[in-house]
């Protein structure tokens, strides 16, 4: 679907733009894509009902991968036609390049229409291997970028967790960290159901980011839980 069919099928809503932004590189590879992908596919009929409790919000998914560069794997597409496709594993950590990326869909011309803020879930289990800063600095000055709901999902104990907070940029949000299948599950699907009832909710007192940060999972159990 084109941006013009989108914006004409939505002008009578508000639109809910939700970017999720998963790490593809090699160390990824194995069991925590399966479970990834597993967790995707599980998480979109919860997101659909969400999206349906607020039948005057137009919710927009599109997906960005990252491994050696990146690039878009899901176009924008209203989340009730969304279809998984699985993500592969391989090569680097080019975070950088995503956001890079990212900020040039975060503007009045990528997201055309009456608008919500934007949520971006940032699932990553590594640290960059490029210039993250840049990218990080170019998403933040794009129209919408701080604006924008960011969550992170660190995977297991080698995920950067000061890079994922920096992303985030907020004082009481920590990244949420899965380490193991059944976490990474849960963790997904508050992610992405959670932020579009927040965002699509009248504010009333906290803000959105204020309030997702008080119903966040808690943190995980001791290392006798982890498995990644």
């Not at 932004?21 to 967790?39: E, F, I, R, T």
Request: glycine share 8%; hydrophobic share 45%.
């Amino acid at each position: 679907m084109t941006l013009p069919d989108i914006e004409t099928a939505g002008l009578s809503h508000r639109q809910l733009n939700f970017f999720l932004v998963v790490d593809c590189s090699g160390s990824m590879a194995g069991d925590k894509m399966a479970s990834l992908n597993y967790a995707l596919r599980a998480a979109l009929p919860a997101m659909r009902e969400a999206a349906a409790d607020n039948p005057e919000t137009r919710v927009m998914v599109r997906v960005l991968r990252f491994s050696t560069g990146a690039a878009w794997h899901v176009e924008p597409t209203p989340v009730e036609a969304v279809e998984w496709g699985d993500l592969q594993a391989d090569g680097e950590t080019h975070m950088g390049a995503a956001l890079s990326l990212l900020a040039g869909a975060l503007t009045p011309e990528g997201m055309p229409g009456r608008q919500l803020p934007p949520v971006v879930v940032l699932v990553s289990d590594g640290q960059p291997t490029d210039t993250f800063e840049d990218g990080l600095a170019r998403l933040m000055a794009s129209p919408y970028g701080r604006k924008a709901i960011r969550i992170a999902i660190a995977i297991g104990a080698d995920a950067d967790l000061d890079v994922l907070t920096r992303f985030i940029g907020h004082p009481e949000f920590r990244p949420l960290q899965a380490h193991n299948a059944e976490s990474l599950v849960n963790r997904i699907k508050w992610a992405t159901t959670a932020p579009v009832r927040s965002v699509s909710t009248p504010v009333t007192g906290a803000t959105p980011m204020e309030r997702l940060a008080q119903e966040a999972p808690a943190a995980p159990p001791p290392a006798d839980a982890m498995v990644w």
